[in-house]
């Protein structure tokens, strides 16, 4: 049955990005599932109350600090999972940063700026994919998620290192997925939509811009199915990408956004000129 297949009793997950958001929720939904969680992140009080929790739920957890932008940060970190957990089956490649700054035109971006975005959501996940890939493929199985988002897939003004970024990342996962079909490791990239991650970060620094925010809030109204998304919504969609109900497919882009790229409300900043609801 399918919902036995979903179970990840035994299996080790490493998760970037963690300690808040989509990155805790996954983590935490995956942990429930049976899978043991290694998360890594920056700063260290989020990823050790993700730890935290995890292991109230009967798991084991481990809280490596890692600044993912650094390869040799990122090697050291897969090193100590295996060494601590013995090996790891999921990869969850779901660092990123949209830096709380306004718009710029492109003549007024530094060096510093561009490398910060490129490195933090596309080199990311090529470190870590780079640093577990013998042990992957010495094993013959292996699961990567990559996560991307909608602005990956469309462009938006003035937002040059994200949309470049997150593009980049759908096409790591589709050239992992050929490389590395032959050797049973499967690699799928989530696209997620807005979502309300207040409840799972409500520490962090706000890292958007006020009037980013601020449409935000009433972006429910302009996305098909009514509301923004709620971490659980990927939460979701991440165990069935790492579980073994998911075993015949790689290179696969999901899309979960509530309709919002289909509809083509988001993410350029254009409001539809059509009601979603007719009167």
């Known amino acids: 049955m399918v919902s036995e297949k979903q179970t990840l009793d035994g299996k080790v997950t490493v998760i ?12 935490l939904a995956l942990a429930k599932a049976g899978s043991n969680i290694v998360v890594a992140a920056r700063r260290t009080g989020p990823i050790e109350q993700t730890a935290r929790e995890v292991t109230d739920l009967g798991r084991r957890a481990l809280a490596i600090p890692t600044d993912v932008t650094d390869s040799q940060q990122v090697n050291r970190m897969i090193e100590t999972a295996l060494s601590e957990m013995g090996k790891i089956n999921i990869l969850i490649n779901n660092a990123g940063i949209v830096r709380g700054q306004g718009r710029k035109p492109i003549w007024e971006i530094t060096d510093e700026e561009w490398h910060l975005g490129i490195d933090t959501n596309l080199s990311s996940a090529f470190f870590c994919c780079r ?10 199985s292996g ?13 938006v003004r003035d937002n040059y290192m994200y949309c470049s970024a997150k593009g980049g990342v759908i096409q790591l996962t589709r050239t992992l997925a050929l490389t590395w079909a032959q050797d049973n490791i499967k690699v ?9 991650t207040r409840e799972l970060q409500p520490d962090a620094r706000p890292e958007v811009p006020p009037e980013v925010a601020r449409a935000s809030r009433s972006l429910g109204e302009f996305i098909p199915v009514g509301r923004l998304g709620i971490p ?6 991440a165990l069935f990408l790492a579980s073994d109900a998911s075993d015949y497919i790689t290179g696969g882009i999901y899309t979960a956004d509530g309709g919002g790229l289909a ?7 254009y409001a539809p000129t059509i009601p979603i609801k007719e009167e």
């Open 16 to 27: 970037t990005g963690g300690g808040t958001g989509l990155g805790k929720a996954m983590a």
């Open 131 to 140: 640093a577990v890939s013998q042990h992957f493929i010495e094993r013959k």
């Open 143 to 155: 699961k990567v998620i990559n996560v991307a988002s909608g602005e990956g897939l469309r462009g």
């Open 188 to 196: 799928n990239c989530i696209v997620p939509g807005f979502v309300d």
């Open 232 to 237: 659980g919504d990927i939460a979701a969609l």
């Open 263 to 269: 509809g083509g409300t988001t993410t350029t900043g």
